[in-house]
């Protein structure tokens, strides 16, 4: 059985892409290539390898994202953006709700959808190994820092 295609007919236009060469190509980031000015959340180490910042991309930030043992991000949001997420490696806890009493726990092979405007904690789970990330945002990486929550604040975070 043929499947139906027809909801993906050409529209659009798709011009503003344009190589200097007048074609309208895929655009590819060698590794080493990434852009590492991205937006910081105290200390994550953010790569984008899709961005505004050097590729013609203008709604989707698609970057990997590096967090040493122990690292617990500062208390932030990404604005309108929706993130979606995918654990490449190691173990992830996200905090968030009233007074950031709740979390979400995951580990290498999970994927976690964070909506806009959600204030949240991004930690590592280990105290030894580094966690990796891959993420996606639209429109961009936007990082928008608030008043921190001592790590105490935090059910289960210092004897995990």
């Not at 990997?64 to 500062?74: A, F, I, L, W």
């Not at 992830?92 to 092979?109: H, L, N, S």
């Amino acid at each position: 059985m043929e499947p139906d295609l027809s909801r993906y007919r050409l529209e659009g236009d798709n011009s503003m892409y344009r190589l200097p060469s007048g074609l309208v190509a895929p655009v590819v980031t060698r590794g080493g290539g990434e852009d590492a000015n991205a937006a910081d959340s105290g200390g994550a180490v953010r790569i984008s390898g899709v961005s505004i910042q050097h590729t013609p991309a203008t709604r989707l930030w698609f970057g990997k994202v590096s967090n040493e043992p122990g690292y617990r991000s500062v208390t932030h949001h990404h604005g309108e953006a929706e993130t979606g997420g995918y654990v490449l490696s190691g173990r992830a806890r996200i905090y968030f709700g009233e007074k950031f009493e709740d979390y979400v726990d995951m580990e290498e092979g999970d994927w976690v959808f964070v909506p806009p405007f959600m204030p949240h904690i991004e930690c590592n789970l280990s105290r030894v190994k580094p966690l990796t990330w891959m993420t996606a945002r639209t429109p961009e990486n936007i990082v928008v820092n608030l008043s921190d929550v001592a790590d105490a604040d935090l059910r289960d975070w210092l004897d995990r």
